[in-house]
Nanobody, 123 residues
Framework: QLQLEESGGGLVQAVASLRLSCVAP????????TGWLRQAPGKEREFVAA????????EYSDSVKGRFTISRDNAKNTVYLQMNSLEPEDSAVYYC????????????????WGQGTQVTVSS
């Protein structure tokens, strides 16, 4: 069983930056594709960004492309989401998710999820 823990959320003003982190305590998840997904109140969970196990390939949703960057440090068992130029529309609970074989942009294909971290962007 792979357990994931997110951190780094918070309340910021528009155009600020945040960096989210996702760790798998006690378990290496270097062989898992890992993604960040988010869910705003009243909306479905949506794909944000993902990377394959090596970090050599990444995907982004159109809404965050050019502003967010996903990266991973397998030596530290950590995946990051650097979020720049935040907008109020980015406000949501952000989830880290992973799986060994996954269609990166499909939230329904991830088998392991963290509890989420709240990001709120004020205008």
């Amino acid at each position: 069983q792979l357990q994931l823990e997110e951190s780094g959320g918070g309340l910021v003003q528009a155009v600020a930056s945040l960096r989210l982190s996702c760790v798998a305590p006690g378990r290496a998840f270097s062989r898992y594709a890992t993604g960040w997904l988010r869910q705003a109140p009243g909306k479905e969970r949506e794909f944000v960004a993902a990377t394959v196990w090596s970090g050599g390939y990444t995907e982004y949703s159109d809404s965050v492309k050019g502003r967010f960057t996903i990266s991973r440090d397998n030596a530290k068992n950590t995946v990051y989401l650097q979020m720049n130029s935040l907008e109020p529309e980015d406000s949501a609970v952000y989830y880290c998710a992973a799986d060994s074989a996954v269609v990166l942009s499909d939230p329904g294909k991830y088998g392991y999820w963290g509890q989420g971290t709240q990001v709120t962007v004020s205008s």
